[in-house]
């Protein structure tokens, strides 16, 4: 043995313990004993002398069971030669209550075994999304690693954040809801998470073979740096935005009643993510356009739904044209809470389109000298003067709206001093 290395001898002494592998991910990221069964020795490990942290993983590196700091530095392992053992139960339940699964080191000194201390075992969180279309997939079973995860998920149903061990081989399979087994799968997805990170994963195309155009097929869409909560503020709402509606085109998504028309996705195609748009939590109206030209107009209250401080996944679904897909669920914007559960679709504003409009402050009343206005409860103008004037800005057409004037030094809408409900014309300008 080498004076700055610390040799180990690796014993599987846990009669209830299967077939393991021992990893090591703080420094060598590498398994470092393969396959090991009750009774087995692995001979010795010349190991450089330093903090490890050792995980006990099932033989096809699917779980990890246990882990363990292994400080041969701070224990002063230099040039030693050591003996670390599993030892005892994995459940003592069943064996008459005796000591506990663990792992122990025995130095060359001899006397009481040295308990290696627990390690925290190396998670990410996730959150899958349904959302295929296909009649044949309205309900589906999921599978991790051959055990049912989730039975009989809906479509447009989504689970809340999970933990999911990390760094393991994981696979995600996806049968019918009638499922006995992973055997019955019909779609598999290998993964392996990084510790620390947060997954949206979204199921979106087509099952079937036939009835639908264009048959993209099945998948399962995963999207790294999912947000919990608004990163951007506790008054803001963080938007992830996923294109998932097999027969429509690249769309951008524009905003309409709030923000003048701003562009908040940018040529997104199916499959595709954009985000996160990080928004003022307010009642906005999302327009969707394709070739420039619009096609529908969408209410997100993101105000009246109580998401300040929020982050949301924002999900186009189903079809543009059932005729052509079986006659399945028509195309939305359906959202995606981090609690999940059924998601929440955005209804269509009545009547659709655009009008253009372009507002001027020509009252000569001093007490009227600087303004705020109010469009419904979101500040449209703050301190808008006296001969001034706004610029021509889109803002919904065929549905009403309020527009309040309220005292340049107001808080709310609620202090609007003249209020006026108008319904403006698609295409007009005013």
Do not use: K
Not at 201 to 230: C, H, K
Not at 295 to 300: L, P
């Amino acid at each position: 043995m080498m004076g700055t290395n610390t040799d180990v001898l690796v014993l599987h002494g846990s009669t209830d313990a299967p077939t393991v592998d021992v990893y090591e991910s703080a420094v060598l990221n590498a398994t470092a004993v393969n396959d090991a069964s009750y009774g087995d020795f692995a001979g010795y490990l010349a190991l450089p002398t330093a903090d490890y942290t050792v995980q006990i993983r099932t033989a096809d590196n699917s779980t990890i069971v246990a882990a363990y700091s292994a400080p041969l530095q701070t224990l002063g392992l230099n040039g030693a030669a050591i003996t670390v053992l599993a030892s005892g139960f994995l459940d003592p339940s069943v064996n008459s209550a005796g000591p506990a699964f663990g792992l122990w080191a025995a130095t060359a000194a001899g006397g009481a075994l040295v308990e290696l201390p627990s390690a925290a075992i190396p998670i990410a969180r996730a959150q899958v999304i349904h959302n295929s279309a296909d009649a044949a997939a309205a309900q589906v079973d999921v599978y991790l690693n051959g055990g049912l995860l989730l039975d009989n998920f809906a479509f447009r149903t989504a689970t809340p954040f999970v933990d999911l061990q990390a760094g393991v081989d994981l696979e995600v399979a996806i049968a019918p809801s009638t499922s006995t087994s992973v055997n019955d799968a019909i779609a598999t997805f290998p993964y392996n998470l990084a510790a620390g990170e947060t997954y949206t994963l979204v199921a979106n195309g087509i099952v079937s073979g036939t009835g639908y155009m264009p048959n993209q097929p099945f998948g399962i869409d995963v999207f790294a740096g999912s947000r919990e909560t608004a990163t951007s503020g506790p008054a803001n709402t963080d938007i992830l935005v996923c294109h998932g509606s097999t027969d429509a085109p690249v769309v951008d998504v524009n905003e309409v009643l709030v923000l003048g028309g701003a562009t908040l996705v940018d040529d997104i195609a199916y499959g595709e993510y954009q985000g996160y748009v990080e928004a003022p939590t307010a009642d906005y109206a999302l327009q969707i356009t394709a070739g420039g030209n619009p096609v529908v107009t969408y209410q997100a209250p993101l105000a009246t739904l109580n998401l300040d401080g929020a982050a949301i996944t924002v999900l186009a679904s189903g079809f543009l044209d059932p005729s052509m897909n079986s006659n399945g669920a028509a195309f939305g914007l359906w959202v995606a809470l981090p609690a999940g559960g059924p998601l929440v679709e955005l209804l269509e504003l009545v009547g659709g389109g655009t009008a253009r409009v372009q507002v001027i402050h020509n009252s000569a009343d001093l007490a009227a000298a600087v303004v705020d206005v109010y469009l419904d409860n979101t500040l449209l103008l703050n301190d808008f003067a006296f001969r001034t004037a706004s610029p021509f800005v889109d803002a919904p057409a065929g549905t009403p709206f309020v527009v309040g004037v309220a005292p340049g030094n107001s808080t709310s809408a609620a202090d609007a001093i003249y209020t006026e409900t108008f319904t403006l014309a698609d295409g007009e300008t005013l």
